[in-house]
């Protein structure tokens, strides 16, 4: 069946320094992957997203890359602050969207 | 407030009773999905809807669930007889089928089965 996992299930980033949370995936047909940051108590929250025909996409402070030939798809968070402390997940994506466990980021002071 | 909103956000029962979760999605997204989320887990996938129809359910949809979209907006969730196991936080999400594929999430409705 299809599958989402993440490498780490906790990270702990000191404040400023990058974060780089990593993703593997199984289905070769996701042509589309999602990442969402999820607070305590609250719903996902969209962070950035990209589509197959590409390898890197950049937001604000945030970088996916993507590599179909390993299946695996990465978000790095530049000058990490303390209000990125969450649970991020990856999602991959055919016409439903399969969701990892999730990785924790804890930001140290 | 334009969001996907739910109803109730949280929810104690006993074992053996009925609930019913509501979900308004954002009002121009015909897509409508479930997903429920434990402890330390991701979000997992139960069924979704285009429209009023449901295309897909989850093995993890026993029959003691069922959901409905009966006019392709609001979308309710049952469980009956419900069992412990039953108690996770139960997230809905709407998109637009042909925009980017965003996939927005309303703060979900949690479920305590004592």
């Known amino acids: 069946g299809e599958s989402v996992g993440l490498h780490l299930p906790t990270l702990s980033v000191q404040e400023g320094d990058n974060s780089i949370i990593n993703c593997a995936y199984s289905?070769?047909?996701?042509?589309?992957f999602i990442w969402y940051k999820q607070e305590s108590g609250k719903g996902p929250q969209f962070i950035i997203d990209?589509?197959?025909?590409?390898d890197k996409r950049q937001g604000q402070r945030v970088t996916v890359l993507l590599n179909k030939t390993v299946k695996h798809l990465s978000l790095q968070i530049a000058a990490t602050q303390p209000g990125d402390s969450a649970v991020y997940f990856c999602a991959a994506v055919t016409y439903k969207y399969i969701f990892g466990t999730g990785t924790r980021l804890k930001v140290l002071a | 407030d334009t969001g996907v909103s739910q109803d109730p956000r949280h929810k104690i029962t006993k074992r053996g009773q009925n609930v019913t979760f509501r979900c308004d999605p954002i009002s121009e997204h015909n897509r409508l999905y479930w997903y429920r989320q434990t402890l330390g887990q991701g979000p997992e996938f139960l069924t979704y809807?285009?429209?009023?129809?449901?295309?897909?359910k989850s093995r993890l949809l026993s029959d003691r669930f069922s959901a409905e979209r009966p006019k392709g907006s609001f979308s309710t969730l049952e469980i009956q007889r419900t069992e412990q196991g039953d108690s996770a936080m139960y997230l809905c999400?709407?998109?637009?089928?042909?925009?980017?594929?965003?996939?927005?999430f309303g703060e979900g409705s949690r479920l305590t089965v004592l």
């Open positions: 289905n070769s047909a996701s042509d589309y």
């Open positions: 990209i589509r197959s025909n590409m």
């Open positions: 999400a709407s998109s637009l089928r042909l925009a980017g594929g965003e996939l927005f």
């Open positions: 809807f285009q429209n009023e129809a449901q295309l897909e």
